[in-house]
């Protein structure tokens, strides 16, 4: 796919057709809206003025009409964007992808923009070539008929005055977070009998490979020596063998506070049967998705590789497959972390908990002083917050606001839930220092926070579940359904932040 930027003349791009934002009850009587609307004989003021089109976001028009002189398309898309005072740049990727969506089911192959975005241009370009690349995944990837393998060619985006290396500049890390994502997503779509955690390790380190990160995996035997008993507690009963995936990147110069590393650290269960405590078999299909949270550190230190942030990142994910077999973990077992806490598993369906416990305990012991860990834990957080926001716990207040205010500015809700003394009391066992579940039914998804926390030593720490936000069960208009990378852009304007 072809990027490229214009910064006059947007009814001339020689494009197939001209896609522009529309707000809310907006008039035909100024600016580009007018100039577009003299081109088209008053086509778009009739669509308005008719009520047919109201600008309300996501709502479309598409409208043909007699290209002449030096105007080439002679067909226009109006997409409604909403009221022009929650317009923000993330509302730009959404416009870019409803546009998309459309013009490719119209067979059209390239088309140029107008935003109408009154913020920074750059931010803009991000926006618009992400939402672009975003909007262009599907879930056919196996389909051997009726595939939607129709793209965009070229893609112009139009910011009036705008200096033309910020968009250019823009729409290059634009596509570049927009593959990331993708990136993440595939993973999260993948079979469990393709994406096994060995495919899980190997995919991430060809990436890292690729962008040039740093990549060690770690075999049974290493995390045996290491004493991850927790983890290995849940790979026991498959016939796939567990590998943490340790993903590395360096800057050539470090802009940080001094000492300061970050981890984003990912539950990368490839398939959650719940092991002897097993899951009911309706429903237990969409636990492929379990190692969402993995995805998504991969995903994300993909674009990191690629973007080169001026401060360290580190990687992890603990890549492991969750069956009932003749070596599973039973519900009573007590087994050892890396941290040398004992844990009583009463429930091996709560193992997301199991294998961060050692993947959050190996990144502080390589240096992480601030850790964010991801995982689909809880099925309690779908109740609580459904799939709107992200729950967000931590033992930082600092570190929990700026990914609140970083998911803002970015499109993506994230929500505080409450962590303490309190809650830590119900996962005290009887036999060993703490047990993988507590407390019944009551705030499950605080229980699984404060169980990770057990393993956090010094560093400032915060866990996000996206049980309810990483897979979308509908499509949207600048979107298929299925896996949706939550997280991804919300952490590289984290990372962003930090240098
Ligand atoms: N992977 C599940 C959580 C989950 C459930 C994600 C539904 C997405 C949709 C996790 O491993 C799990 O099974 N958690 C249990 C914990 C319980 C046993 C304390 C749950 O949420 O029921
Ligand atoms: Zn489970
Ligand atoms: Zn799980």
Redesign the pocket.
Same mark, same amino acid.
Do not use: R, V
């Given at each position: 796919m072809k990027f490229q930027a214009i910064t006059e003349n947007f009814q001339e791009a020689n494009v197939g057709a001209l896609a522009i934002a529309v707000f809310k009850d907006e008039k035909t009587t100024s600016g580009i809206l007018k100039d577009l609307d003299t081109l088209t004989g008053g086509l778009i003021g009739s669509v308005i003025k008719t009520e047919e089109f109201k600008g309300e976001a996501g709502e479309t028009v598409f409208l043909r009409f007699e290209a002449k002189g030096k105007v080439k398309a002679s067909r226009l898309l109006l997409v409604g964007v909403g009221d022009k005072i929650d317009y923000q740049s993330p509302n730009v990727a959404v416009l870019a992808g409803t546009a998309t969506r459309y013009l490719l089911k119209k067979n059209i192959k390239s088309f140029a923009l107008a935003p109408r975005f009154d913020g920074d241009a750059a931010d803009t370009a991000v926006s618009a070539a992400q939402g672009i690349v975003t909007s262009q995944f599907e879930l056919d990837k196996y389909k051997t008929q009726d595939k939607k393998d129709n793209k965009i060619d070229t893609f112009t985006l139009f910011v009036e005055g705008a200096k033309a290396k910020d968009l250019k500049d823009g729409l290059e890390r634009g596509e570049i977070i927009g593959d990331s994502m993708n990136f993440t997503r595939d993973l999260a779509n993948e079979p469990p009998n393709i994406l096994h955690p060995t495919e899980m390790a190997n995919r991430a380190q060809k990436m890292a490979k690729e962008v040039g990160l740093k990549c060690e995996i770690l075999d049974e035997a290493k995390m045996e020596k290491l004493g991850m008993g927790s983890l290995l507690s849940v790979s026991s009963g498959s016939a796939q063998p567990a590998k943490m995936i340790v993903l590395k990147y360096e800057p050539k110069k470090n802009t940080g506070k001094k000492g300061e590393m970050l981890a984003l650290v990912g539950k990368g &269960?490839t398939f =959650?049967t +719940?092991g002897i405590s097993i899951k009911p078999a309706e429903g237990m299909d969409?636990?492929k998705y =379990?190692m969402s949270g993995g995805a998504t550190v991969i995903g994300t230190m993909r674009a990191i590789g690629l973007l080169k942030p001026t401060v360290p990142v580190l990687g992890i994910v603990a890549a492991v497959e969750n069956m009932p077999d003749g070596k599973a973990t039973r519900p009573s077992d007590v087994v050892t972390a890396m941290n040398g806490k004992t844990v009583e598993i009463l429930?091996t =369906? #709560?193992? +997301?908990r199991l294998v961060l416990a050692d993947a959050v305990a190996y990144a502080e012991k390589h240096g992480a002083t601030k850790i964010v860990d991801m995982a @689909?834990? @809880? +099925? #309690?957080v &779908?109740i609580a917050l459904g799939d709107l926001n992200t729950a967000v716990l931590g033992n930082d207040q600092e570190l929990v606001d700026e990914i609140i205010a970083c998911g803002k500015e970015m499109g993506e809700n994230f929500w505080q839930l409450p962590i303490g003394k309190e809650y830590s009391k119900a996962i005290k066992s009887d036999i060993a220092d703490i047990k993988n &579940?507590g407390g019944g039914r009551k705030a +499950?998804t605080i229980i699984g926070a404060v169980f990770i926390q057990e393993f956090i030593k010094d560093a400032k720490w915060a866990h996000l579940d996206i #049980?309810g936000t990483a897979w979308a069960d509908d499509a949207k208009p600048h979107r298929s359904k299925g896996p949706t990378a939550v997280a991804v852009r919300t952490l590289l304007k984290l990372v962003e932040k930090s240098q």
């Open positions: &269960i =959650d +719940g969409a636990m =379990d429930n =369906d #709560a193992e +997301g @689909t834990l @809880t +099925g #309690a &779908i &579940i +499950g #049980a």
